[in-house]
Structure formats: structure tokens, C-alpha cells
């Protein structure tokens, strides 16, 4: 007896208790029932469509194999607290987190910002450099999701802050590979597809459980103080091509024109000859019908063309001047004088001048 | 009941909930006595006897200082690493850093010296070029990483997982130089597309009056043939005619000849005793 006596002591002791809860239960016993299936439930939950839920049964990550611990949207049954928690995770949701590091900082002196200014603070301004050693500034936009649920939550830092820096990083790493020309013209596509690739790269090995659904290049440019002596680089192209597209415009108005003119010019020659041709057989037929002619009356078609060109001829001169036939076989004393400047030999003014139609009687060239 | 009630009393003094992505250091007296690093539940003794202290065991980002460093060829850089880390060793870690936060001091000293050292032994050009094979970037990170990663754990009970470059930039006095290079870099690049933009258009140009004088110059020997052809049908059509009766063809030439010889400019001096006068003065005379 002596040895069962500290646990009926602590028994005496504690019947009063005992008793409280015994009445209690006699009492209460259907309102207790009714609590304990209510927290024997209460592990119960609905998943909403765009999350993951994972479970912790006593702390510890419930699966096996990434794809055992993800549930799905819908009801998952899990044991009431404090033996699981269920931890949700939305996965579709697309975040933004702007990366301002390598960017100009925008504070209100900068807003002041000449082209006198010859620097750069590399603790205040943000920039980089290409592989040829130049300075370019960049702000970026990354736009991530989680991936994997349980890395991200239990083994991943912080998705802002390692987002930051793995972008940032593996930005500053892609434009020291490449050249400037080729960074702000056609490189822009290939440097975002190189700096996205090495900034998950970057998070996969951090464990962080997200993926970098985008990277945009905001802002890709020279530092301010350099941007007239890049856009005079680019008027130059400009230039240049507008000479080259004038010579264009030139070499196909000049080369057409020119050969029209050719054609034209071809084609008139034909047309002459053709014509020539048609004149000359035009003649020659005509011939051959005077030479018929003549062949039947020789005497009197020599007659007639003979005086037909006498008259034509003394018909289209300008002046016609009669003198009577020398005496004694020649001339002497006859003068003939043309004055300059005038259409036509005239009379001497010293001589009567002749009616010019009908001809006078006596020639100047009569007088002794 | 009522030893379901006793029972509660004694879990929660003595049961330990090691969460995922937590550890949990306990300590007798004050004394650490070990870490639960896996996930479950572990067991102590109620307190006062033995005490918890959680720790996050999730891995973290610290960024250094940007700090001005030499390269192996003498060039000023400014320079930024960030190390993602996460507590290796919480024994270590607690009695070598004592609170969380304290641990990223100790990191950036230890962070910094290494990137002075790793890269003091590269060029510059080993972190920027435009040859790649140049560019040293995953051997100097790795270098870092070797050189930091095994002190960290052992010193600190920091485990340093990856060390990378986030800032390469120059020092304000050498970035004028940089600004100068690229401008005269700039200026030569404008004058390059002038020149080429010139001598391109003058080639046009000059290929196409090239092309215009070879188009003209074949129209004009086209033509000439086609006046040589023309010419000499013409004068076959002739021939062919005029050889029936060469001495009317000379005849009518010569009649031709007279026509074209008299024009309006033409004086002639006829005699009296001519054709045709002679007819009216031999009718005067009647």
C-alpha cells in the first residue's frame, strides 16, 4: 500500500478535477462530439483553378516526387492542424518586377542632365559594357511565374531579389560578349534570348522554383551625353542610303529613257527609208513610163521636156535679163555687177533699173 | 479525458515541428546540443531543460559592395558579386555569426577579397570582348566560388552555392576616356557610311550612264545600218530603172540639174535670139 501511495495521493488530489471534467462531459459530451468532428475535418480545403497546393504533414513535405506533392485545383483532404498545413501556391499568375540596375538613375538632378556632362558615377549611374568596350545603359521589365511550388517556398530565396540579380548578371554577361553596332541594331534579339537563357540558367541553380516567362529591354541605348554623336551615325546611314536609292532613281529614269530614244530614233530611220524607198520606186517607175514614151516619139518628148525645164527654169528665177545678141560674135564693154547684201545680182545704180516681171527691153549691160 | 488533456500538455513541451525549408537548433542550457535539419518531428526535453532556436534554411541572395579592383593588365574596374547562400552548418553558423542577419558582413569581406584576387589574375578582357575566346566569365566565377565556397562553410557554416558577376563598370575619371573613345569611334563610323554611301552612288550612277551611252550607241548604229540598207536599195531602184535608157536618164539629169540650179536667187541673162524670146521678136519683126 505504502508503495502505491504517491499515485493515489496524486489521484486524491486530482479527483476533484476529475470530477469537474466527468460532469462536464456528462453534461456537454454531444457539444465535445460535435467540436472534435469539426476539427477532425477542418484539414478539408478547396483549391481555387490557378493554384498548387502542397501539404506538410508534421513539418515535413508530403510526396515523394515533385509530382506526388502538387495537388491540383479542386478538394484535397488533409489532416486537421497542427499535424498538416497546406500550403497554396498560385502558379499561373504571371508577376512583373521592373530591373532598374543597369539603367540611368532618374533622380532630380539628373532631369538637369546636359550634354556638357562627360561621366558617369558608376555608384549612382547604372550602365554596362560591351564587348568593344563601350557604355550602354539598359532597363528591363522580367516577367516570371512559379514553376515548381515546393522549391519555390521551402528552398528558394526570395523571387524580387534573386530575380534582380540572376537578370542583371546574365545582362551584364551578354553585353560583354557583344559589340555595341550589334547590340543596338540587329544583336537586340539574340542578347535578350542569350540574357534569358543564362538568368535561368541562374535561377534553376539558386533553386528558386521560378521561370522567367519574359525579359524586356525597356530601354537599350548609349549613355545621353553620347546619343547626337550615335544619331549623327545614323543620319549618316540614312544619307548614305538616300544616295544610293537617288542613283537608283537615276539609273532607272536614265537607262529606259535612253532607250527610247534609241527605239525613236531607229524607228524614224526605218520610217525615212521606207519612204525613200518608196520614192525611188515612185521614180523609177516613172522612168521606165517616160522611157516607154520616149522610146515611141523620141523627138517630141525631148522637145517637151527640154522646154518644160526652159520655162520652169526662166518661171522660178528671181530675175530675168534679155540682151540682144552680140554683134559681130562677142561682147565687149558688158559688165555685170552684184551688190552685196541684196538677194540677187541687181543692175548697177549707174544703169536704168529694169522692171523686175517683165524684163526691160535693153539690158544694163548694152550701155558702150 | 482527462489523460487526453495530460497527453496534450506533454506533446507540445516536448515535440519539435521541424517545418520544410527550417532547421532547428536545440540547446541544453544554453548549451547546443544538436541541429534538426530534416523535416518531421523531433523530440526534446520541456523546457527550462532544453530550448529551440528556428533557423531559415531557405537560400539567400546577398549583393556586395561595388569595390574598385585591378585587372591583370592594369585596368581600374568597378566591380559587384552577389552570392545566393544558404546556412550549410547551424551549429557553426550560430556559434560563428550568432544572428542571421549577421552573416552577410562577414560574407561581403570575405566576397570582395575574393573578387580582387580572381580577378587581378585576368585580363579585362577575359570579362568584355567581342572574341570569345576571350571571355573567362565561367572560369573566373567558378574560381570565385572555389575560393570562397569551402571557407565560408567551414568558418561560417555558410554554404555559398553559386558567386556571380552583377556589375562591371569603370571608375568616373576613366569613363571620360571611354566616352572620347566611342566618340571618335562614332565620328569614324559616320564618316565610313558617308564615303561608302558616295562611292556606291557614284557607281550607280555611273554603271547606269555606262548602260544609257551603250543603249544610244546601238540605237545610232541601228540607224546607220539602217540608212546604209536604205540608201543602197534606193540607189539600186535607181540603177535598175535608168540602165534601160542611160542617155534619156542623162538627159532628164540634166534637166533636173537646171531646175535645181535656177531658184529665186537665180539671174538669168538670156539673149534675145533664144528660146523662147525669139519667137516674139521674130513676131515684132513681121
Not at chain 1, 128 to 157: C, H, K, S
Not at chain 1, 193 to 218: C, F, I, K, N, P
Not at chain 1, 314 to 319: H, L, P, R, V
Not at chain 2, 82 to 107: M, N, S, Y
Request: aromatic residues 6%.
Amino acid at each position: 500500500m505504502r508503495r502505491l501511495g504517491p499515485p493515489s495521493e496524486i489521484a486524491r488530489l486530482a479527483a476533484p478535477l476529475a470530477r469537474l471534467l466527468d460532469g462536464a462531459w456528462e453534461r456537454m459530451h454531444w457539444w465535445v462530439a460535435a467540436m472534435a468532428v469539426l476539427y477532425a475535418v477542418s484539414g478539408i480545403t478547396i483549391v481555387k483553378p490557378d493554384e498548387v497546393a502542397v501539404v506538410l504533414r508534421w513539418g515535413r513535405l508530403l510526396g515523394e516526387t515533385p509530382a506526388l506533392q502538387r495537388h491540383g485545383p479542386g478538394l484535397l483532404f488533409a489532416l486537421p492542424r497542427p499535424v498538416d498545413e497546406v500550403v497554396r501556391v498560385q502558379v499561373r499568375h504571371v508577376w512583373e518586377v521592373p530591373v532598374s540596375t543597369l539603367a540611368p538613375a532618374m533622380t532630380f538632378n539628373d532631369m538637369y542632365i546636359e550634354e556638357g556632362v562627360n561621366t558617369l558615377d558608376p555608384l549612382t549611374q547604372g550602365y554596362a559594357l560591351t564587348g568593344d568596350q563601350n557604355i550602354v545603359q539598359a532597363d528591363m521589365v522580367a516577367r516570371y511565374r512559379v514553376r515548381d511550388p515546393a522549391e519555390w517556398a521551402f528552398y528558394g530565396p526570395k523571387a524580387e531579389e534573386v530575380l534582380r540579380v540572376e537578370v542583371t548578371a546574365a545582362m551584364v554577361r551578354s553585353l560583354g560578349e557583344m559589340g555595341v553596332d550589334r547590340v543596338l541594331s540587329d544583336g537586340r534579339k539574340s542578347l535578350i534570348a542569350m540574357a534569358t537563357r543564362r538568368a535561368q540558367a541562374g535561377l534553376d541553380a539558386a533553386h528558386s522554383g521560378l521561370e522567367l516567362s519574359s525579359l524586356e529591354l525597356t530601354k537599350l541605348a548609349p549613355p545621353a551625353a553620347l546619343a547626337a554623336d550615335f544619331d549623327a551615325v545614323q543620319s549618316a546611314f540614312i544619307k548614305a542610303q538616300t544616295l544610293q536609292n537617288d542613283a537608283q532613281a537615276f539609273a532607272q529614269s536614265a537607262i529606259p529613257q535612253a532607250q527610247a530614244r534609241a527605239d525613236a530614233a531607229v524607228q524614224a530611220a526605218r520610217g525615212a527609208a521606207d519612204s525613200a524607198l518608196a520614192v525611188a520606186q515612185g521614180d523609177a517607175e516613172a522612168f521606165r513610163a517616160l522611157d516607154r514614151e520616149y522610146r515611141a516619139n523620141p523627138a517630141v518628148v525631148r522637145e517637151r521636156l527640154y522646154r518644160d525645164a526652159v520655162d520652169k527654169a526662166i518661171g522660178s528665177a528671181g530675175t530675168v535679163q534679155w540682151v540682144p545678141p552680140p554683134v559681130g560674135g562677142s561682147y565687149h564693154g558688158f559688165r555685170i555687177s552684184i551688190a552685196p547684201g541684196l538677194a540677187g545680182p541687181r543692175p548697177t545704180p549707174d544703169s536704168m533699173s529694169p522692171s523686175p516681171e517683165t524684163g526691160s527691153e535693153r539690158g544694163e549691160g548694152d550701155s558702150p | 479525458m482527462g489523460t487526453l488533456a495530460l497527453a496534450a500538455i506533454v506533446f507540445s513541451a516536448t515535440a519539435v515541428v521541424v517545418r520544410q525549408g527550417q532547421a532547428v537548433l536545440i540547446t541544453r542550457f544554453g548549451r547546443p546540443l544538436r541541429a534538426a535539419t530534416q523535416p518531421g518531428l523531433h523530440w526534446k526535453l520541456p523546457w527550462p531543460i532544453d530550448r529551440t532556436l528556428l533557423l531559415d534554411m531557405r537560400r539567400r541572395v546577398y549583393e556586395t559592395g561595388q569595390a574598385e579592383m585591378l585587372t591583370r593588365d592594369k585596368k581600374n574596374i568597378i566591380a559587384r558579386t552577389f552570392v545566393v547562400w544558404r546556412i550549410g552548418d547551424p551549429l557553426t553558423f550560430i556559434q560563428a555569426i550568432g544572428t542571421e542577419g549577421g552573416a552577410e558582413g562577414k560574407l561581403d569581406g570575405l566576397l570582395t577579397n575574393a573578387a580582387i584576387g580572381t580577378l587581378g589574375g585576368h585580363d579585362l578582357s577575359a570579362l568584355v570582348s567581342t572574341n570569345p575566346s576571350d571571355l573567362q566569365m565561367d572560369q573566373i566565377e567558378s574560381e570565385l566560388l572555389a575560393s570562397t565556397a569551402p571557407l565560408a562553410l567551414r568558418s561560417y557554416g555558410v554554404e555559398v552555392e553559386q558567386i556571380r558577376l552583377d556589375r562591371l563598370a569603370l571608375p568616373a575619371e576613366n569613363v571620360t576616356a571611354v566616352f572620347e573613345q566611342m566618340r571618335a569611334e562614332r565620328r569614324q563610323f559616320a564618316a565610313k557610311y558617308q564615303a561608302e554611301g558616295e562611292q556606291a552612288a557614284s557607281k550607280i550612277h555611273s554603271e547606269a550612264e555606262l548602260e544609257a551611252a551603250r543603249i544610244r550607241a546601238k540605237g545610232l548604229e541601228e540607224e546607220a545600218r539602217i540608212r546604209g540598207e536604205s540608201a543602197a536599195q534606193v540607189a539600186k531602184t535607181y540603177a535598175d530603172a535608168h540602165r534601160i535608157d542611160p542617155e534619156l536618164y542623162r538627159f532628164t539629169r540634166s534637166l533636173d540639174s537646171l531646175d535645181k540650179l535656177v531658184t529665186r536667187n537665180t539671174s538669168l541673162i538670156l539673149r534675145t535670139d533664144s528660146e523662147p524670146f525669139s519667137l516674139l521678136q521674130s513676131k515684132d519683126k513681121k
